[in-house]
């Protein structure tokens, strides 16, 4: 199956400062990539849909000017967490969808650990 | 908007038996794709079984099937002869079209040996 991969895999920040994370459709072209948020023992919550070369659209309640998500080509989209917070703590995990697959299937990421001290 | 309810947080199974998740889940849509993730301590989701709603016949992989009643919005996960390695978190899920998945609270599934 098509793989999906995010770097990096645990990042551990100070508050106020800003982290990258990156999702990568390693083969395949993904024209939509989605980003979710899971707290311990929680679900995963959508925050963002990214769209190749256009805004990503945001769920309700989640702050696009401190979740910055670029999707500049077909295989990658960013994640940018600024001046991160405690409380930004969680895991976040990226879904590539692949339109030429079976069922337009989704696949995801194996995550990311961000801890904010 | 769509909701995805699993109402059993843990459920627990003795080796080689067998378990049954529930997951309900509410849409105006007619036609879209259900979901079974399973999460083990990795945290990588892992793809369990799909189902295509559009499709009556119930889908299965190996021991794994489901339950799907349409009219009754239910999509029950049953897990036959259980082994060690299915422990982990179960989140149902729900998509239409090309869009995000919307999941499920989750359900904790332990094995006993």
């Known amino acids: 199956g098509a793989v999906v991969s995010q770097h990096p895999s645990w990042v551990i920040c100070k508050s106020g400062t800003s982290v990258k994370i990156e999702c990568r459709s390693l083969d395949f072209q993904a024209t939509t990539m989605f980003w979710y948020r899971q707290f311990p023992k929680q679900s995963l919550m959508l925050m963002a849909t990214?769209?190749?070369?256009?805004?990503?659209?945001?769920e309700q309640g989640v702050e696009k000017d401190k979740f910055l998500i670029n999707h500049a080509s077909l295989t990658l989209s960013t994640l940018t967490v600024t001046s991160a917070h405690p409380e930004d703590s969680s895991f976040y995990i990226c879904?590539?969808?692949?339109?030429?697959?079976?069922?337009?299937?989704?696949?995801f990421g194996p995550g990311t650990r961000l801890t904010v001290l | 908007a769509q909701t995805v309810t699993q109402s059993q947080p843990e459920m627990s199974v003795q080796e080689a038996e067998t378990v049954t998740l529930s997951c309900t889940y509410d849409t105006s849509e007619s036609d879209y794709y259900l979901f079974w993730y399973k999460q083990p301590p990795s945290r990588q989701m892992i793809l369990v079984i799909r189902?295509?709603?559009?499709?009556?016949q119930n889908a299965t992989e190996n021991r794994f099937s489901v339950n799907f009643q349409k009219a009754a919005k239910s999509f029950s996960l049953k897990i036959s002869d259980s082994q060690l390695g299915d422990a982990a978190m179960y989140f149902c899920?729900?998509?239409?079209?090309?869009?995000?998945?919307?999941f499920g609270a989750g359900t904790r599934l332990t094995v006993k040996p």
């Open positions: 879904s590539a969808g692949d339109r030429l697959a079976t069922y337009n299937e989704q696949f």
């Open positions: 189902q295509e709603a559009y499709k009556q």
């Open positions: 990214s769209n190749e070369g256009s805004k990503a659209t945001y």
């Open positions: 899920a729900y998509r239409y079209n090309n869009n995000d998945m919307r």
